[in-house]
């Protein structure tokens, strides 16, 4: 599960790969949440993410991205001023959901 991480970029010795590069290789469903106007995550690195998905086969099935229109980057972080309730709100409800559907929650 992704809260607006990036998906692409350049490699370092800290960060060598980037979640579009293993994509492919994934068993597991994908859940991204996304805001439209994060400047830093531009939209179309997740369509880029979609496609790498795509390319492995499972993985994409029951995967999921969610662009909210208008948030920004760290739209769920209640302590910034990039906050916004109800995107975060509904991030949080799919959020929970995913992982119940995982298994995991």
Known sequence: MAWYGRL????SALQPVHPVDVAARLHGP???LYGEKDTGI???TVEQMKKALAAG???AKKSGFVVYPEAPHAFHADYRPSYRK???DDGWRRALAWFEAQGVA
Not at 8 to 11: A, E, K, M, N, S
Request: no cysteine.
């Open 30 to 32: 994908v859940l991204g």
């Open 42 to 44: 531009p939209l179309d």
């Open 57 to 59: 086969g499972a993985a």
């Open 86 to 88: 109800e995107a975060a």
């Open 8 to 11: 692409v970029g350049q490699t």
